[in-house]
């Protein structure tokens, strides 16, 4: 069994989020819920952006006691002296530093050359590791990068003292394959790679960043970068608990994580309020409807036995149960489930009456409430004649 660590950056790549700032205060709340969740490295902020920003770096590295503290810099020495500011005072800190490395940002971010650009990624990583001895180097856009250049640049910065080297997928492009590939090609061609720790950080342009960064696992990446919610620029980045999840329920013969799964749907509800970033119903783990059913032949088989349609006990995730959601599409077996959990249990030909008149109201709204279901059942109950009826369970 080895193990997968997990480095969330809900509080540097998940605040880039328009209408997502923090505030300090706000910053060290969730980064305590962070530690506690089990993650191994909190990306705190990007001191060099604003003085907010390196306060709450600051601070949580002051509060974190168990958990790596990392602090974002460009491949520029005054990011990185601001960094290795902020994480000062953490028990275990870390500096992520890097440069675009794909021929567009070469050319037109940096109007540079190959060459330079490893000139620069190596005294950054220098650099930075006369403050602290954890360096993480990224090589920005990694994902459109040529993998022949990228083993290149990757081979120069672990000889240059990278613990871990970050292959990001910055805008979302790489296919599974093409992500595995890479990270094959890192793993069997750079001189000295098993001296780093591969790390994945896959965008979500495609919706494909999950998948990718499971592709990278198995490649030999034992770092994944990820956000609570999936949160972070434009699509977003991995969403920590579907790659947590993902682990635990189908690669857990050979992978673990060290996250306390049950805290998933309390801590998605946190950050989803303190970043003001609402959650999509239909969301993998944490959505509403995630661990709901409403169409007739799902509750059926779900009341029979919860494995025939959920590959997920929600007890595992923090959900207390599974839900059938009663409406127009709903069947007979989800009526007489939810008529027993508020008291009534129905005979089978009391059921049959019950079903035409629910199906009528059901037709009427989007889903039948509690409340309006038991309005229901206590007018049936209030005719002797449905009393009455008696036949068969
Ligand atoms: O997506 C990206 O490339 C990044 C780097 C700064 C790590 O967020
Ligand atoms: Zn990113």
Same mark, same amino acid.
């Given at each position: 069994?080895?193990?997968?660590?997990?480095?969330?950056?809900?509080?540097?790549?998940? /605040?880039?989020?328009?209408?997502?700032?923090?505030?300090?205060?706000?910053? !060290?709340?969730?980064?305590?819920?962070?530690? *506690?969740?089990?993650?191994?490295?909190?990306?705190?902020?990007?001191?060099?952006?604003?003085?907010?920003?390196?306060?709450?770096?600051?601070? !949580?590295?002051? *509060?974190?006691?168990?958990?790596?503290?990392?602090?974002?810099?460009?491949?520029?020495?005054?990011?990185?002296?601001?960094?290795?500011?902020?994480?000062?005072?953490?028990?275990?800190?870390? !500096?992520?530093?890097?440069?675009?490395?794909?021929?567009?940002?070469?050319? =037109?971010?940096?109007?540079?050359?190959?060459?330079?650009?490893?000139?620069?990624?190596?005294?950054?990583?220098? =650099?930075?590791?006369?403050?602290?001895?954890?360096? /993480?180097? =990224?090589?920005?856009?990694?994902?459109?990068?040529?993998?022949?250049?990228?083993?290149? !640049?990757? *081979?120069?910065?672990?000889?240059?003292?990278?613990?871990?080297?970050?292959?990001?997928?910055?805008?979302?492009?790489?296919?599974?394959?093409?992500?595995?590939?890479?990270?094959?090609?890192?793993?069997?061609?750079?001189?000295?790679?098993?001296?780093?720790?591969?790390?994945?950080?896959?965008?979500?342009?495609?919706?494909?960043?999950?998948?990718?960064?499971?592709?990278?696992?198995?490649?030999?990446?034992?770092?994944?970068?990820?956000?609570?919610?999936?949160?972070?620029?434009?699509?977003?980045?991995?969403?920590?608990?579907?790659?947590?999840?993902?682990?635990?329920?189908?690669?857990?013969?050979?992978?673990?994580?060290?996250?306390?799964?049950?805290?998933?749907?309390?801590?998605?509800?946190?950050?989803?309020?303190?970043?003001?970033?609402?959650?999509?119903?239909?969301?993998?783990?944490?959505?509403?409807?995630?661990?709901?059913?409403?169409?007739?032949?799902?509750?059926?088989?779900?009341?029979?036995?919860?494995?025939?349609?959920?590959?997920?006990?929600?007890?595992?995730?923090?959900?207390?149960?599974?839900?059938?959601?009663?409406?127009?599409?709903?069947?007979?077996?989800?009526?007489?489930?939810?008529?027993?959990?508020?008291?009534?249990?129905?005979?089978?030909?009391?059921?049959?009456?019950?079903?035409?008149?629910?199906?009528?109201?059901?037709?009427?709204?989007?889903?039948?409430?509690?409340?309006?279901?038991?309005?229901?059942?206590?007018?049936?109950?209030?005719?002797?004649?449905?009393?009455?009826?008696?036949?068969?369970?």
């Amino acid at each position: 069994m080895e193990k997968i660590q997990i480095f969330d950056t809900s509080l540097r790549d998940g /605040e880039q989020v328009p209408g997502c700032k923090l505030n300090p205060k706000e910053k !060290i709340k969730i980064a305590k819920e962070l530690e *506690e969740l089990g993650v191994d490295t909190i990306e705190a902020g990007f001191p060099i952006s604003s003085p907010n920003d390196f306060e709450s770096v600051n601070q !949580i590295s002051k *509060e974190i006691k168990n958990t790596t503290v990392c602090a974002l810099s460009r491949a520029v020495e005054k990011d990185i002296k601001a960094a290795a500011d902020a994480v000062q005072y953490a028990k275990r800190p870390r !500096i992520h530093t890097g440069i675009g490395t794909s021929e567009l940002h070469i050319k =037109y971010k940096f109007n540079s050359t190959e060459d330079k650009i490893i000139e620069r990624a190596v005294a950054a990583v220098k =650099y930075a590791k006369s403050f602290v001895e954890d360096v /993480e180097f =990224y090589a920005e856009d990694a994902g459109r990068t040529n993998n022949i250049y990228l083993a290149k !640049i990757i *081979e120069a910065v672990i000889k240059a003292g990278a613990t871990v080297v970050n292959i990001p997928d910055t805008t979302g492009y790489c296919l599974p394959q093409e992500y595995s590939n890479k990270i094959g090609f890192l793993k069997e061609y750079v001189n000295g790679i098993d001296n780093a720790i591969i790390s994945t950080h896959c965008h979500n342009d495609l919706g494909m960043a999950t998948a990718n960064s499971i592709a990278g696992i198995e490649q030999g990446a034992r770092q994944i970068e990820c956000t609570m919610n999936g949160i972070g620029e434009r699509a977003g980045n991995t969403a920590l608990e579907e790659v947590v999840m993902t682990i635990k329920q189908r690669m857990h013969q050979r992978f673990y994580t060290d996250i306390k799964t049950p805290m998933l749907n309390r801590i998605s509800k946190m950050i989803s309020e303190e970043m003001c970033m609402m959650v999509q119903a239909n969301k993998a783990i944490v959505g509403e409807n995630a661990f709901a059913h409403s169409s007739g032949i799902h509750q059926d088989g779900v009341i029979k036995k919860r494995e025939n349609y959920e590959i997920i006990n929600p007890i595992d995730v923090g959900v207390d149960h599974s839900s059938i959601i009663l409406t127009a599409r709903s069947g007979r077996a989800a009526l007489a489930y939810r008529a027993k959990q508020i008291g009534f249990d129905l005979y089978k030909d009391q059921l049959d009456i019950a079903y035409e008149k629910f199906i009528h109201l059901a037709d009427m709204h989007k889903e039948v409430q509690e409340a309006e279901l038991s309005t229901m059942l206590n007018q049936l109950f209030e005719d002797s004649q449905f009393q009455a009826v008696q036949l068969q369970k």
